[in-house]
């Protein structure tokens, strides 16, 4: 890769100019286009320090509108950063629709480094290799250009202006103590970049080599670049239908909804022996999780009416509120619509140590979404995948991960509805929605089976709580974040 390549001639000054001018009036014309097509466009650009990146980066936007692109400084991690999922401060960051984000720096420089520096194995480095690429991979099948810039200097050059920017007051703060162990450590750095550039140079993400030897010269090389990706992009768009993947992850025996009793019962008296004794287990688990720095998610998904917000109010009440947080997931907001479909779920994640629970998840990719038509079918088809993909991020972070189905028979749903509709109190829980949804039941349980077969993984496993008695439902639900909790604990 790296080593291989040839450099392009550099063209002579009067026709560097001229390009470059045309250049930059296509990427501001093409800035137009991605805004009218709702195009979202990812540039990075990463590479060895002291290259330019930052100052081509500055020349490249500057015919470009303010208002529809931003510039992300990714750095070492912060504090925060830190306490959450690899992969967590990227995807939070993804452009909206109709937008650009330049990435000055990235997951390449940010794992490169860690690695070169001994502190993550080759283990764990080539475990983030992978989710780089399933994450670079998504983008692209839910709608994103992913253009990749490396900028390229020899080590000499890199040492001469290392030089020149410390002896300047006013740009010595450009050079970091990383840039200098770079120059002093060319040749090793370079041989993990190269290992790197190849593992990740993907066609839904490729990664182009720019010659960093003079300014004007790497801001033509990306501008034209980003002009003809803008174009291949946006005609591409035009009938994009991304791949459908195989499942490569363990999956777990899972029984049809139909085919589980829901005569699963517990008196009142037993009932509040074993909520006492388990509420206070899970409070002192809660406490070792926070020193152990693990995280834990769990989801909840169910038939309306099933008691999934008496059973999260369970869980909940023997929890210290500073350190877990209940998310009420609706209809995606403007900003959420605009994104990447998990894009609210990354930035819900919690810290580690902290737990977090969700009234309604990202299965509604597979079942609502798909059911009512909110996004195309090859969408939800490729959502199993993203899931467990998404998912595998969170076990591997070490987080505890469970998920919860709330099931209810027909019958009991339409006997809560009807309580629901004729208690002054409980109105505001029936929506008209709720009985559409009702209208469909054989529709959304052959989906939620599919769904229950395809991600019941064994990092992320389903548990179905039945719940036509909604304490015997708690109880079990209670018992089985406890033994999770308490398995993960003792690893």
């Known amino acids: 890769m790296l080593k291989e390549w040839v450099k392009e001639d550099r063209p002579s000054n009067d026709v560097l100019t001229e390009r470059l001018e045309k250049a930059r009036m296509d990427l501001a014309v093409r800035q137009m286009m991605v805004k009218e097509k709702n195009l979202p466009v990812l540039v990075v650009f990463d590479g060895w320090g002291a290259a330019g990146k930052g100052s081509v980066l500055g020349r490249v936007i500057k015919g470009m509108d303010p208002r529809f692109f931003k510039c992300e400084t990714l750095t070492e991690p912060t504090s925060d950063e830190t306490r959450r999922p690899f992969l967590y401060r990227y995807f939070v960051r993804i452009p909206k629709e109709g937008k650009f984000s330049f990435f000055d720096g990235s997951w390449m420089g940010e794992v490169t480094t860690q690695f070169l520096h001994g502190e993550i194995s080759k283990k ?30 020899d080590e000499k050059t890199q040492k001469k202006r290392i030089k020149e920017l410390e002896s300047d007051t006013y740009t010595k703060w450009r050079v970091s103590d990383n840039d200098k162990w770079q120059n002093k450590h060319y040749d090793k750095c370079l041989e993990v970049y190269d290992e790197y550039i190849e593992a990740t140079n993907q066609f839904v993400a490729p990664w182009y080599f720019i010659d960093s030897s003079q300014k004007k010269w790497a801001e033509l090389q990306v ?32 029984p049809k909804l139909a085919d589980i009793s829901l005569d699963k019962s517990i008196t009142d008296e037993e009932y509040k022996v074993e909520l006492d004794k388990l509420q206070k287990r899970l409070g002192e688990l809660h406490n070792e999780l ?29 929890l210290d509120p ?46 609502v979404e798909r059911l009512e038509g909110f996004c195309s079918e090859n969408d939800w088809q490729r959502a199993y995948n993203e899931i467990n993909e998404f998912e595998k991020e969170l076990a591997d972070w070490n987080a505890v991960v469970i998920k919860f189905w709330v099931q209810i028979d027909k019958d009991t749903q339409l006997a809560r509805f009807t309580d629901r509709q004729n208690t002054p109190e409980k109105q505001w829980k029936i929506t008209d929605e709720d009985w559409r949804n009702r209208e469909k039941w054989d529709q959304y349980e052959a989906a939620i089976d599919e769904m229950l077969q395809k991600t019941n993984t064994k990092y992320a496993p389903w548990y179905v709580l039945e719940s036509n008695d909604k304490k015997y439902a708690r109880i079990k639900a209670l018992k089985i974040l406890i033994k999770a909790i308490e398995k993960k604990l003792a690893e």
């Open 124 to 153: 764990q480095y080539k475990e983030h290799l992978t989710s780089i690429k399933r994450f670079e991979r998504t983008l692209n099948d839910n709608g994103y250009l992913v253009v990749k810039f490396f900028f390229h200097i």
């Open 223 to 254: 501008t034209e670049i980003l002009v003809a990706s803008i174009d291949t992009a946006l005609k591409n768009a035009e009938s994009k239908t991304a791949p459908l993947l195989q499942n490569t992850f363990p999956l777990r025996d899972t």
């Open 290 to 318: 926070y020193h152990k720095k693990i995280p834990v998610v769990v989801a909840y998904e169910g038939w309306d009416a099933a008691g999934k917000g008496g059973n999260i109010k369970r869980i909940a009440a023997a």
């Open 322 to 367: 500073r350190g877990y947080e209940v998310h009420p997931i609706a209809s995606p907001e403007p900003a959420e619509k605009a994104r990447h479909y998990l894009w609210r779920f990354w930035n819900r994640l919690p810290k580690d140590g902290h737990i977090a629970i969700f009234d309604r998840t990202w299965y509604g990719r597979v079942m």
